[in-house]
């Protein structure tokens, strides 16, 4: 695709490329990722109960606030990639751009722990009475 504000790439807007694209990165980001992995193992189950078992808001709300903490996984992944891709040795500057990184994970984190925990705590008694 070609980037309007550099001027380099290939001409046109392909959406199936894009798509394309877009489930590789995803792919290759659970495939090799162990981090990215695990959230989406516990996440779908919870998912899915909250979809057959409570309204749609609690279905939404666990939805987002799981892609919002695999989002910033694989944001933390690129960073460090890139990081390290830059510089192989150890650098003080890198190390903190990777801590920060690692900080804005660590907030997505307990914001998708906080609402899976009060969720799975709201469907258990939903679930046994059901």
Not at 7 to 23: M, Q, S, V
Not at 55 to 82: G, Q, W
Not at 115 to 121: D, F, N, P
Request: proline share 3%; with cysteine; hydrophobic share 60%.
């Amino acid at each position: 695709m070609r980037h309007k504000f550099l001027g380099i790439g290939e001409p046109g807007y392909h959406p199936l490329k894009k798509l394309r694209t877009i489930f590789a990165g995803l792919r290759f980001a659970i495939l090799y990722d162990a981090s990215v992995a695990y959230k989406l193992a516990l996440s779908v189950p919870v998912i899915a109960a909250a979809f057959f078992l409570r309204e749609r808001v609690d279905f939404l709300l666990i939805l987002l606030t799981t892609a919002f903490v695999l989002v910033a996984e694989i944001f933390n992944s690129a960073i460090e990639a890139l990081c390290d891709f830059v510089e192989t040795r150890h650098n003080e500057k890198i190390k903190i751009i990777k801590d920060i990184a690692a900080a804005a994970v660590g907030l997505a984190i307990l914001v998708w722990v906080v609402v899976l925990a009060v969720e799975i705590g709201e469907m258990l008694p939903a679930a046994r009475t059901g």
